[in-house]
């Protein structure tokens, strides 16, 4: 099949690909194959043996190559993946459990990054990193940034593909609501830009999950103004330093209507405490502004915390991006260049829920008492409230806006090394049916870049049942899934573009 893919790259692009650099086949190397594959596959659960892997890799060097592959794949008849940081949740951008054969394209070179700070835009391409795209804004200007991913080693290709959200999101709204134009392969291989796709596709890939409409070769993004100075703290509490919760559940009721330029999120995890086990509360912060502003707003908004000068530090705005991703502290920004995360890779499955009310003290109690029977247990509670409150649900797929007080990310780990993975699955998926009274509900609503088959997924054949995938397209998208298939139906009427919860075309 190889062979025959590369004849047919040959007959429909002008710009010359190195085999040896742009194509791995695990016939002919497998520890080099095994490598390209690992590079950016980011959760390990998918790299186990029993896991389909692609027939081989090909990284594209040039934007003809990409619309050649579309081109190639559809004449072969050959199932198609493609990633830019192998961030997916469930594997899908890297791994097709629904059809086999399958081939992945690799974007991470395809990474260029052009500034324009005299018009506050800048366009990225699809490999580049969110660390890498921060890093080039910052080198021009320490007043610029842009409202994107905490994660520093997310390819911006896929991120932005889900709505996709980090510190400013109270200020700026997400990176889908900042984009002023994108270049995409469509289904017949052909290269658009905003104006040739049409609004309603422009509409769509900005939220609709990646992987349905086209491949995203690069996105316009629209710069936003920062402070030179901003302020970063993290305040940990034990159960025991937050007897009968009383910080955490001030936190509910404060953290959407403190000023839009403080981002609190909330860290729960499990911890070991003189032999026992304990929950710590980690309060992880970024404030557009200096420590005494900063001071004031708690003192005012949320004195419960205790925060004091000394848990506060003031930076610039990339180093900021740095102490979020979790980097020790003064590790130089220059990691950002580097694509890595800084924990080690592991094996995860992870849930998400959207709160509109806060959840009552039995709630939270019994909430920690599920969270002490899992060994590395994670929750991250991620404000919302300020712009995300006015944006209208519709103006991009993303709709989880209004009256969100926050959202929810459940996460369970492991290591290769453990014999039982499915007690750790089985954790989450309980902790998740415990929670149900007390988050979004008709629909229990998710966030699509936390990507959850368990939610639902297509069949293998093309002919995906539309009803079916209303019930996770509810969940993902709420009002804005019916647009999307639309739009799925007339953009991509064979459904070259699928995986298991792409968006199904309209069942006739």
Known sequence: MQDQFITCLNENTNVSFPLEETFFDPAKNVSMFSEVLESTSQNLRFLSKTMPKPEFIFKPTDESHVQATVICSKKLGTHLRFRSGGHDYEGLSYVSEMEKPFILMDLSRLRQINVNIEDNSAWVQAGATVGELYYRIAEKSRVHGFPA?????????????????????????????????????????????????????????????????????AWKIKLVPVPETVTVFTVTKTLEQDLGNKVLLKWQVVADKLVEELFIRVIINVAANNGSKTATTSYNALFLGDKDTLLNVMKKGFPELGLTSSDCVEMSWIESTVYISGFPSRTPTT????????????????????????????????????????????????????????????????????????????????????????????????????????????????????????LGKNKKNAKMSFKQAQLWGAKYFKENFNRLVMIKSKVDPENFFRHEQSIPLLSV
Not at 206 to 217: A, N, T
Not at 342 to 367: L, W
Not at 375 to 401: A, C, K, T
Not at 412 to 427: A, E, L
Request: contains cysteine; hydrophobic residues 35%; proline residues 6%.
């Open 149 to 217: 991913g905490l994660c520093s080693s997310l390819g911006i290709g896929g991120h932005i593909t889900g709505g996709a959200y980090g510190t400013m999101m109270r200020k700026y709204g997400l990176s889908g609501d900042n984009v002023l134009d994108a270049k995409i392969v469509d289904a017949n291989g052909k290269l658009l830009d905003r104006s040739s796709m049409g609004e309603d596709m422009f509409w769509a890939i900005r939220g609709g999950g990646g992987g349905s409409f086209g491949i995203i070769l």
């Open 335 to 454: 990691v950002l260049l580097q694509g890595k995360s800084p924990n080690p890779k592991i094996n995860f499955k992870a849930k998400s829920d959207f709160v509109k009310n806060p959840i009552p003290e039995s709630g939270v109690m019994g909430m920690f008492k599920k969270l002490l029977k899992e060994d590395s247990g994670l929750m991250i509670w991620n404000p919302y409230g300020g712009v995300m409150g006015e944006i209208p649900e519709s103006q991009i797929p993303f709709p989880h806006r209004e009256g969100v007080i926050f959202k929810i990310q459940y996460v369970t780990v492991w290591p290769n090394s453990d014999k039982r993975p499915s007690r750790h699955i089985n954790w989450i998926r309980d902790m998740y049916s415990y929670m149900m009274p007390y988050v979004s509900s008709n629909p229990r609503q998710a966030y699509v870049n936390y990507r959850d088959l368990d």
